[in-house]
């Protein structure tokens, strides 16, 4: 399975404020994906049907596992009322009787633009390069501690504002697709903002010495690399049509 390391460097700078820490956080937005030419392109100028079902197929495979992602943050949890607060997130997904839940929304935008529910849950189109980034992923929160993981989630800071682009952009690029398949982006609004409050209150108490401050920054940069890693194999196969194993034909 993919590893993560990363080196905790020894300073002994003195600690950022709770302020200045919040905002260097909040600063590593400019590697958020929503910047990368893959994710530029689908909501502002537009690309072809087929690399729109493939974002959405391998998205698919990032939105099934966050549920396990955040088992495995609930298993390294010792405090009850963070428990009370995390396991949210993994009813926001897997949902409840009379409301799905997020992964039943994303098959709704499969649905939307055009793909079966079988071949999306089957996993057939995921690129092998989408799928070791996420299984990367998961595999951190497996072994990281509760608080580490929590902080990986701060990429949920950028979160809104791409899905709003979304909500904004695609009607006019994309008159082809059932609008009822938005509903995941309307109602990641709202949850998104809510994660984030809980998140960043776990990172500012606990990272407190420099040491520690500059070891988040690396772990939020190890998630913004993976959601950057996940859109270059697509941007590759569906933009470049250089999927993985195109000089091997016979694999």
Same mark, same amino acid.
């Given at each position: 399975? +993919?590893? $993560?390391?990363?080196?905790?460097?020894?300073?002994?700078?003195p600690p950022w404020t709770p302020s200045e820490f919040e905002q260097?956080?909040?600063?590593?937005?400019?590697?958020? *994906?929503?910047?990368?030419? $893959?994710?530029? /392109? #689908?909501?502002?100028?537009?690309?072809?049907?087929?690399? @729109?079902q493939g974002w959405v197929v391998n998205r698919f495979y990032?939105?099934?596992?966050?549920?396990?992602?955040?088992?495995? @943050?609930?298993?390294?949890?010792?405090?009850?009322?963070?428990?009370?607060?995390?396991? /949210?997130?993994?009813?926001? *997904?897997?949902?409840?009787?009379?409301?799905e839940g997020g992964i039943e929304a994303w098959l709704q935008l499969g649905a939307a633009v055009g793909l079966e529910r079988d071949y999306l849950e089957s996993g057939e189109g995921v690129l092998p390069g989408v799928r $070791?980034? @996420?299984?990367?992923y998961v595999n951190f929160a497996r072994r990281a501690s509760f608080e580490e993981a929590a902080c990986s989630s701060l990429t949920e800071l950028f979160a809104p504002t791409i899905h709003?682009?979304?909500?904004?952009?695609?009607?006019?690029?994309?008159?082809?697709?059932d609008a009822g398949g938005y509903r995941y982006f309307r109602t990641r609004l709202s949850e998104a903002r809510r994660d984030v409050? *809980?998140?960043?209150?776990?990172?500012?108490q606990h990272f407190q010495t420099r040491s520690d401050q500059e070891y988040a920054l690396s772990i939020l940069q $190890?998630?913004?690399?993976?959601?950057?890693? #996940?859109l270059d194999?697509?941007? #590759?196969?569906?933009?470049?049509?250089?999927? +993985?194993f195109f000089s091997c034909p016979n694999v």
């Open positions: 399975m +993919p590893e $993560f390391s990363i080196r905790r460097r020894a300073t002994q700078d260097r956080l909040r600063a590593k937005e400019r590697y958020y *994906h929503l910047h990368h030419p $893959f994710h530029v /392109q #689908m909501n502002e100028r537009g690309v072809s049907r087929a690399a @729109v990032y939105q099934q596992c966050i549920p396990l992602k955040d088992a495995a @943050v609930l298993a390294n949890c010792t405090e009850r009322d963070a428990r009370r607060l995390w396991i /949210q997130r993994i009813l926001d *997904h897997d949902g409840l009787t009379g409301d $070791f980034a @996420v299984d990367a709003q682009r979304r909500l904004d952009n695609w009607p006019a690029l994309y008159p082809w697709i409050e *809980h998140g960043l209150k776990i990172s500012l $190890f998630k913004l690399n993976v959601l950057w890693t #996940m194999a697509m941007w #590759m196969a569906y933009i470049e049509h250089k999927p +993985p």
